[in-house]
């Protein structure tokens, strides 16, 4: 699962467009989840976190300043931590300038206009619950969400979305709440604690930089708590020659801000 099979037998990875097609358009907006589809890219990930008001938002960073003009349009603000703005106010920023002036329009969407924007793209997510420390009770609102835009239909709606999270207790509480939910916990595990990941998430997603083919291997060699092998996604790998050598180690999926840079060095 996660990777297809060529003719030579050999196991692809999956790519999946980091923050979207994130090299290409601002980080977690719809153009970029449109420019990822643009470049025939499935999966798409993204970081979800909350507002003030407690509606559900796509950011990376827990403050607004680095991807937004929040700073000029509230200058009395700071340090402009998402969580002290509503949602409102969240939606008033202009996210795309920062990388380009031909995305001035681009607004912070929320987790239900992300969701829509890939159903109508044919897309698939992979979210991350970011800083859940900051945002208690953000997995049942997340699954929610989902849920009420169809997302979890599904006997096992793991073909289209996956959950994960730097926080182990984030992945076990979706676990527990949506226990068909497919996950995945983001870092790099002893492989002697590898089994205890392994019962509430299906995929581990360390930084490409800690992988060996043996660490690989051995979390290949884990079961999940679906029954297949965990799957490996390493992030971030945005050149050529390093997806190669990442692709050579066996891994599943390859997390790039560049698809296209990876399908060429990789195929799939
Ligand atoms: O998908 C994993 C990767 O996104 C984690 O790093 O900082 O880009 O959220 P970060
Ligand atoms: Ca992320």
């Given at each position: ?200 998430s299906d995929q581990i997603g360390p930084r490409y930089t800690d992988l060996t083919a043996e660490y690989v291997a051995a979390i290949q060699a884990v079961d999940g708590v679906h029954g297949e092998p965990l799957e ?37």
């Amino acid at each position: 699962a996660g990777s297809t099979t060529t003719l030579t037998g050999t196991a692809t990875p999956l790519i999946v467009a980091h923050r979207g097609a994130s090299g290409y358009a601002p980080e977690n907006t719809l153009v970029a989840a449109d420019e990822a589809a643009r470049l025939n890219t499935e999966w798409v990930e993204v970081d979800v976190q909350r507002t003030k008001d407690h509606k559900l938002i796509l950011m990376h960073d827990t403050t607004l300043a680095r991807t937004t003009n929040a700073a000029a349009v509230f200058p009395d603000r700071a340090p402009w931590n998402v969580a002290d703005f509503t949602s409102r106010e969240i939606a008033r920023l202009d996210a795309g300038s920062w990388f380009g002036d031909e995305f001035v329009a681009e607004r912070v969407p929320t987790l239900g206009q992300f969701l829509h924007r890939l159903t109508a793209n044919g897309q698939k997510l992979l979210l991350e619950i970011k800083s859940p420390e900051l945002y208690p009770g953000v997995e049942r609102q997340i699954l929610r969400v989902l849920d009420d835009a169809g997302w979890l239909e599904e006997e096992y709606p793991g073909e289209r979305v996956v959950l994960q999270s730097f926080s182990a207790d984030s992945v076990r509480t979706v676990h527990e709440q949506a226990p068909e939910v497919k996950t995945g916990f983001l870092g790099t595990p002893k492989v002697a604690e590898l089994p205890a990941y392994a019962e509430f998430s299906d995929q581990i997603g360390p930084r490409y930089t800690d992988l060996t083919a043996e660490y690989v291997a051995a979390i290949q060699a884990v079961d999940g708590v679906h029954g297949e092998p965990l799957e490996v996604n390493a992030w971030t790998i945005n050149d050529g020659p390093t997806a190669a050598r990442i692709a050579g180690l066996g891994v599943d999926g390859i997390i790039t801000n560049f698809p296209d840079v990876v399908r060429e060095a990789i195929g799939g």
